[in-house]
């Protein structure tokens, strides 16, 4: 069974720096979302893309935050300038067509130190 | 707009005794709920969706959710549990634009 991937599954940066989270989602996905969990609370959403563009963005997605999708398989999260809030567990998650169903990978461990 | 609120942060239960994890939403229309599982380390694996075709409705591994638009519940039950189920159930009710919002959660201990 098809399953969404994401690396590395711990990251650890020191604050200011970049990072870039990848995901392979699904390959009949269209629908694509990242989401994050701050320790002890609840999945949050960042930001949703399709077709190529960010449909919509929760105001924690500032402009620190960017997305892409490369090579039409991979689907990135960057964070610009890394701050010790940023600390979390970040998920990718794919939807089919038309179904708002979401699959989601197994999460990247960001620590900023 | 859409939330759901979780009721019980942690449930423990005896293997072999029934599962009840309690779920309200607030939403507009009539919405899309899930329950999504998340073990130790893993992702989010999704348990069941509720669509509008039936108020009952069964996933994976023995559970299920009925969903009471009166009550504005949608609760997740299994009628044994099994050790395997120990792991954190999420809530969560789609909006239109298909963004998720979550529940926080709640953590299930199974005893032996």
């Known amino acids: 069974e098809p399953e969404v991937t994401q690396t590395p599954s711990h990251q650890v940066t020191q604050m200011g720096q970049e990072v870039i989270l990848r995901c392979v989602p699904i390959s009949n996905h269209l629908y694509f979302y990242w989401y994050r969990q701050i320790l002890g609370q609840k999945v949050e959403f960042l930001v949703s893309f399709y077709n190529n563009e960010i449909s919509e963005k929760s105001e924690i997605f500032d402009d620190q935050f960017s997305v892409e999708r490369p090579d039409g398989s991979n689907f990135t999260l960057k964070i610009r300038s890394t701050k010790l809030e940023d600390s979390a567990m970040y998920f990718c998650?794919?939807?089919?067509?038309?179904?708002?169903?979401?699959?989601f990978g197994p999460g990247t461990r960001l620590t900023v130190l | 707009a859409q939330s759901v609120t979780q009721l019980d942060s942690h449930v423990s239960v005896s293997e072999g005794t029934p599962v009840l994890l309690r779920c309200n939403y607030s939403?507009?229309?009539?919405?899309?709920l899930f329950w999504y599982v998340q073990h130790p380390n893993k992702g989010l694996q999704l348990l069941l969706k509720?669509?509008?075709?039936?108020?009952l409705v069964k996933g994976i591994n023995g559970f299920e959710a009925e969903f009471k638009k009166s009550e504005t519940s949608f609760h997740l039950t299994k009628p044994s549990a099994h050790m395997s189920d120990a792991a954190e159930y999420f809530c969560?009710?789609?909006?239109?634009?298909?963004?998720?919002?979550f529940g926080t959660g709640t953590r299930l201990k199974v005893l032996a």
């Open positions: 939403s507009s229309y009539s919405p899309s």
């Open positions: 998650a794919g939807g089919p067509p038309f179904s708002d169903t979401q699959y």
């Open positions: 509720y669509t509008s075709a039936a108020t």
């Open positions: 969560v009710v789609s909006d239109r634009a298909y963004k998720y919002i």
